[in-house]
């Protein structure tokens, strides 16, 4: 009940007009009722993820957070971890996300076919499987490897999200199919490899294919039913994008102020944004008390900028949605106008921030494009706009007023054209972080960002649209940052108030596994050679590595059985890095240039797919 | 050294389809046959050289496709086989020509895998 009102309270605040408080109340009465109704729902996911044995969703918790109370493993002990039980997911490619563990069980997911397997704890049995039959078509519009970011539970069911875009909620005891909903078409290069996320009784996901020309959007379904409750495209007209021409709001010469009618479609020349993209692949964030999801929109489309005049909003954007209605209260975006592919689909950090001896709720998000950005998360104000990787340069600086960034015409192939080479841009397209979701320290309030260190020569070229086929545009070799350590990754502490590196730690190759910390004061991720590091949050300093089979792009997670503490952490080379490998190729700038600029990686490992969970010697 | 190549029909027409130097230098229409290869995405199918992958190798296919059966052949699709018509692309109408003459070069041997530049 207070929930309601005090959503009301943030929306109404000023509010004066007849026709807006009858709306309102119809709404509000709306909301109360999926309020109460969602509340029995609500309450079992909230509940497991309150419990720090649990590693109930993919984050931990709403705020993608990746933090765990647990602290049996501590910084001194951690030298003295060892495996404790392994077990393979029979498939090969790349492994993102991470298993969920709830009470005594453990749900396994795997890339493609997507086969979710219900482990016991006890004994590692398996209690159920359940193996999806997914045309084998699905695969060659998949850009950027056969990935699927994981599970979520709520309500006594798993729920899958197929990489044929098949939503699907399955019973926890037994693996039985409750419900499916279909997503989207794989004939028009529509897929899926994000994790579906429960925020209250809504099963909120996503869309990929930013590669074919696919339109992005987020969507809600009943976390009972599967009916779809609402879409919320990233471009077109203003009742598709469901937004409030006057009400919602974004970043406007210092202050917000409303998007105003047709924000999307006057940013775009024609039709052009029916083939916009802005799909919406990454990890998504939701705040109970401002009843708001928050996510991150992918490119415009094509690669090739000169093809699409305009904005192009509202891709690479920032969205802060109502959960039951999906209006936008505000947006913000990142990259006006992208000519690198920086998609802005990056996980969302819900985090309270001291800004200007303040205390805000904010919102913290490290982009591909290199910047680190901090938002007031209840208003949408820009606070903080700062690079997290000093080597970027295709802009000099983000200018906090205006919030666009300032581009250096030097590494802009929109001035140059198409086909002509710009060289040495930084980062390359797959950003100073790509997918993999950095880690938020309670205790220190610093966040521990998994980092690329990798730039690019980028040639746009002309393209045109088929239905299902690449609608790309651009040709791209890739390579460790030039003038640096020469490695291709760093693991870095971040301070999200002022927007600096704290310490930073040189990788071999990009960090593209999701990073974990615990109240042990030791901060975990994973690299592409396959090493499991444990690292002091202080400093950066390695306590304990340990060399799994194949490269790790999962996230490393944590719970509790039996008394005792266990990490764990997928294991199966993939991903875009780890794309040549994944799918055979050779050529340099196949995989949109990720093949010649991780074509090392063939040295230090190969394909896999395993699961490794570690915990310290029993006494 | 400029490479010509005389068509290939036999009819007795004197016209050259393609002009080549060093193996990436072409003339204007194979030049833009070529970008229109690389717009529409046919190395999905048929491989970045042309070798073949779902699709046929097109090196093999062009040494008996004749130009009108091409055109045809763009123009519907084969959709049985899985490859789509392309009477609807702008680029492929306007460029059909000069695309037979780039996958004629490269079925030739003549014209390289690749990127390809203008004529000096």
Redesign the interface.
């Known amino acids: 009940m207070a929930q309601t009102l005090q959503w009301k309270g943030t929306v109404q605040a000023g509010e004066t007009n007849m026709k807006h408080l009858k709306r309102s109340l119809l709404v509000g009465v709306a909301a109360l009722a999926a309020t109460l109704s969602g509340m029995a729902a609500a309450s079992d996911i909230e509940q497991a993820m309150a419990d720090s044995k649990n590693w109930a969703s993919q984050a931990g918790d709403y705020a993608n957070h990746r933090y765990s109370n647990l602290n049996q493993i501590n910084a001194s002990n951690v030298g003295q971890l060892q495996v404790a039980w392994t077990m393979s997911t029979g498939v090969l490619r790349g492994h993102e996300g991470s298993p969920l563990v709830i009470g005594d069980m453990m749900y396994i997911h795997t890339p493609f076919p997507n086969n979710v397997y219900a482990v016991n704890l006890k004994d590692q049995s398996y209690k159920w499987k359940y193996e999806p039959k997914q045309d084998a078509q699905v695969v060659p519009v998949m850009c950027c490897d056969t990935v699927n970011r994981g599970l979520a539970y709520a309500d006594g069911k798993i729920f899958l999200q197929q990489a044929d875009t098949t939503l699907v909620a399955l019973d926890a005891n037994n693996g039985k199919v409750v419900w499916t909903a279909k997503n989207g078409d794989p004939k028009i290069g529509e897929t899926n490899t994000n994790a579906p996320h429960i925020f209250k009784d809504k099963v909120i996901t996503g869309i990929s294919g930013g590669e074919f020309g696919v339109r992005g959007r987020l969507i809600a379904y009943d976390l009972k039913t599967g009916n779809k409750v609402w879409t919320a495209w990233s471009t077109g007209p203003d009742n598709e994008l469901l937004v409030d021409p006057a009400k919602t709001k974004t970043w406007t010469n210092g202050k917000m102020a409303p998007i105003g009618k047709d924000s999307s479609l006057k940013s775009w020349q024609g039709e052009q944004w029916k083939l916009g993209g802005g799909t919406t692949w990454g990890w998504y964030a939701y705040d109970p008390k401002l009843n708001l999801v928050y996510y991150g929109s992918g490119n415009p489309g094509t690669w090739n900028p000169a093809q699409r005049p305009g904005d192009n909003k509202w891709s690479m954007t920032i969205f802060a949605r109502d959960l039951d209605t999906g209006m936008a209260k505000w947006v913000y975006q990142m990259t006006p106008h992208d000519e690198w592919d920086f998609d802005g689909v990056n996980e969302m950090l819900l985090i309270d921030v001291e800004s200007k001896g303040k205390k805000v709720p904010a919102v913290v998000h490290f982009d591909r494009n290199g910047f680190g950005y901090t938002l007031n998360r209840d208003t949408g104000e820009l606070l903080v706009a700062e690079k997290y990787d000093p080597m970027v340069n295709w802009a000099t600086k983000v200018d906090m007023k205006t919030g666009r960034p300032i581009v250096d015409k030097k590494y802009s192939p929109q001035t140059t054209g198409p086909d002509v080479n710009v060289k040495d841009i930084c980062p390359a397209a797959l950003g100073s972080k790509d997918q993999q979701p950095a880690s938020y320290d309670r205790k220190t309030g610093l966040i521990l960002v998994p980092t690329n260190h990798v730039c690019m020569t980028y040639e746009p070229f002309q393209v045109e649209y088929t239905a299902g086929q690449p609608f790309v545009g651009a040709t791209l070799t890739m390579f460790p940052t030039p003038g640096s350590h020469g490695g291709m990754g760093n693991f870095i502490a971040w301070d999200p108030a002022v927007g600096k590196i704290v310490w930073s730690k040189p990788e071999r190759f990009s960090v593209w596994s999701g990073a974990l910390t615990t109240a042990g004061d030791v901060a975990f991720y994973g690299t592409l050679e396959g090493y499991l590091k444990a690292v002091s949050t202080k400093d950066g300093k390695e306590l304990w590595k340990f060399k799994t089979p194949s490269g790790i792009i999962g996230n490393v997670f944590t719970y509790q059985y039996d008394g005792k503490q266990y990490v764990g952490v997928y294991s199966g080379i993939g991903g875009w890095a780890g794309i040549g490998m994944a799918a055979g190729l050779t050529e340099s700038t196949e995989g949109l240039g990720a093949v010649g600029g991780y074509k090392e990686l063939a040295k230090y490992t190969t394909l896999g797919g395993s699961l490794f969970v570690f915990a310290l010697p029993s006494r | 050294m400029l490479i010509l190549a005389p068509l290939a029909s036999g009819a007795g027409d004197e016209a050259k389809l393609y002009q080549v130097q060093e193996g990436t230098k072409v003339d204007a229409k194979t030049l833009m046959g070529w970008?229109t290869w690389?717009?529409?995405?046919c190395e999905?199918c048929h491989g970045?050289a042309q070798e073949g992958l779902?699709g046929p190798s097109l090196v093999e296919r062009l040494k008996t496709l004749s130009k009108e059966d091409f055109h045809t052949l763009m123009l519907n699709g084969r959709p049985e086989k899985g490859m789509?018509p392309?009477s609807s692309?702008?680029?492929v109408t306007q460029n059909w020509e000069g695309l037979y003459a780039y996958l004629k070069g490269r079925s030739d041997g003549a014209i390289q895998p690749g990127?390809l530049s203008p004529l000096e």
């Open positions: 970008k690389r717009a529409l995405a999905r970045a779902v789509p392309f692309s702008a680029m990127r």
